[in-house]
């Protein structure tokens, strides 16, 4: 039977509805996603790099990013750019492309970071939500109360708000929560921007040194690990590959989805990259050597106090939209899969409705998706519990999706799908831009891992206090 020509209006070429994302939203969710708690470690790692190898390596990685980003964009759809068969995710476009056991390798690469990325967010939260309490708390004392305090009341409460907001069902549904995530990260990052100003006006100097943090300030040896870390922590800053797919996958076509979303890239890298360089480099100008591990929560700046409390406001929300845009990917792969597992359960497949006085609409739940979202932020949240350190997470996670995901398999989907040429100038240029950011994984790697070790060192689970 043919179907009314209207009727092909609202659908793709797949089946789906007709998606409506645009340049803008794309880069809304890409904001989102990329200028997060990354932002606030930013003077503390120019701090460790100095003025000279500080600004120089964030350049380096927001090229790379940039670069390797053009080159995933371009594997949305496999064969013919325009025409070509769809991939809904970055797994889907590995195993399209590369298959095999690099599919298996990229899905637990990708899940761990997206894993450890929300339990980042966790914390930074946490820690955000302590500072306006703490903010308050020093004023009303006059600065003779230090008021520390246990995070985990507000790791919680965090975690009940995801779990809420984790009923809303896919990628589609929650353009809203991006575009105002991400007019709250700019809130925020202007704020630190302008306290850092304002810090280095009333200096009447700018601080710091060519080479970074001193040693004597700290051994040669914690000089080293500072210097990995930091590398870890700016490769965090710009990590968003593993949900670039996902975005793409919401952009309407013509023109070509890889098109609009290489706009999208090259809006956003240049908007946060302008944000990172004067937020990290006024930082450091403004505490040198003694540039707090997070901006806005570490108490480099006291007041004014209620400002202080309107950037780490604006944290929080939007910590609260990027948790779900790094979530999402892997609420849809569990039940995906277990969709196809059991195709016939109604606790897995079946909506039930649930209707509420003074509402029109039914809200439609699915048992499945409810109890394993749930169970997944309440796992996300006692690991946050049980491992808050913020500077160290930070680097470890930079540095495990920063070769692997960001440049390693956008690099070998590329030579594929292009049908680059071994040993051609092409081909050998992106295996030395391969392996050079594998060199700085490890290292960024090593640095966060020993970081974390030194604090486990004088940690009590469930103890900390701020």
Known sequence: MDVPRPAFKCFDDDGRPKRSGTVWTASAHILTAVIGSGVLSLAWAIGQLGWIAGPAVMFLFSFVTYYSTTLLSDCYRTGDPVSGKRNYTYMDAVQSILGGFRFKICGLMQFLNLFGTTIGYTIASSISMMAIKRS???HESGG??????SSNPYMIM???????????????????????????????????????????????????????????????TQKI?????????????????????????????PPAESKTMKNATRISIAVTTTFYMLCGCMGYAAFGDAAPGNLLTGFGFYNPFWLLDVANAAIVVHLVGAYQVFAQ??????????????????????????????VRSPYKVNVFRTVFRSCF?????????????????????GALAFWPLTVYF????????????RWS?????????????????????????VGVMLDLKVYKPFKTTY
């Open 158 to 220: 965090f975690g009940v708000i995801e779990i809420l907001l984790s009923t809303i069902k896919d990628f589609h549904q929650i353009w809203w929560l991006s575009t105002v995530a991400a007019i709250m990260s700019f809130t925020y990052s202007s704020i630190g921007l302008a306290l850092g100003i304002i810090q280095v006006a009333a200096n009447g100097v700018f601080k710091g040194s060519l080479t970074g943090i001193s040693i004597g300030a700290v051994t040669q």
């Open 377 to 397: 932020v309440v796992l996300t949240t006692v690991i946050s519990m049980l491992m808050p350190f913020f500077n160290d997470v930070v680097g470890i996670l």
């Open 144 to 149: 003779k109360n230090l008021c520390h305090m």
């Open 410 to 421: 956008p690099v070998e989907m590329y030579i594929k799908q292009r049908k680059v040429e």
């Open 425 to 449: 100038m092409k081909w050998v240029c992106l295996q030395m831009l391969s392996c050079g950011c594998l060199v700085v994984t490890v290292v960024a790697g090593v640095g966060s891992v």
């Open 136 to 138: 308050n708390c020093f």
């Open 329 to 358: 990917p892997i609420f849809a792969f569990v039940e995906k899969q277990a969709a196809a597992r059991f195709p016939d359960s109604d606790l897995v497949s079946k909506e039930f409705e649930i209707r509420f006085p003074g």
């Open 225 to 253: 690990w500072r210097t990995f870390q930091a590398l870890g922590d700016i490769a965090f800053a710009y990590s968003y590959s593993v949900v670039l797919i996902e975005i793409q996958d919401t952009v309407r076509s």
